[in-house]
């Protein structure tokens, strides 16, 4: 796994004290394997991390989910990381972190694509569901209009897309 030093320009205001962070200021946090950069980690901080060569990076704080993904008792966060890149479309991935010991720990990443929307993202009977909207040939950047609902299965470390039957 590659690791890249990431300079962070932007400061999470944090308070300090004894208490834990909430689940929320963890994933805001956290250290994640970027699946679209081939693994290279990057460290959040406020929700933000900007890297040297120009790729900044950022979770979208309105998308965080948290809940019990199997009914298992073990509590999962969700959200929806955005690379934004020079020149590109920006990418999005689906990043995963779940409890364990008591500290959020990032567990899978999956790309989801590049240049579209996320409408939402919810659990249902074990599934990440995702719901987002791509462009059309006929749709200006800003606007995608096209409506996709993509289904992630939790294995272990791995987000596998769940087809749907026809």
Request: charged share 20%.
């Amino acid at each position: 796994m590659k690791r890249m030093f990431i300079p962070i320009f932007l400061l999470s205001l944090a308070a300090c004290g004894g208490d834990p962070p909430s689940p929320e200021d963890a994933f805001e946090n956290l250290t994640v394997p970027v699946a679209s950069l081939d693994g290279t980690e990057i460290t959040l901080e406020g929700r933000r991390a900007a890297s040297s060569d120009g790729t900044l990076t950022f979770l979208m704080d309105d998308l965080h989910l948290i809940g019990d993904l199997d009914q298992n008792g073990i509590r999962v966060m969700s959200g929806v990381l955005f690379i934004t890149r020079p020149g590109s479309p920006t990418l999005a991935e689906l990043v995963v972190a779940v409890e364990e010991d008591g500290d959020l720990v990032h567990r899978a990443s999956h790309p989801l694509g590049e240049g579209l929307r996320v409408e939402g993202v919810r659990y249902d009977a074990g599934e990440i569901v995702v719901h987002l909207l791509f462009p059309t040939p006929e749709d200006p950047p800003c606007c995608p209009s096209r409506s996709v609902v993509q289904r992630f299965r939790l294995t272990g470390s791995t987000l596998t897309p769940v087809i749907a039957d026809a």
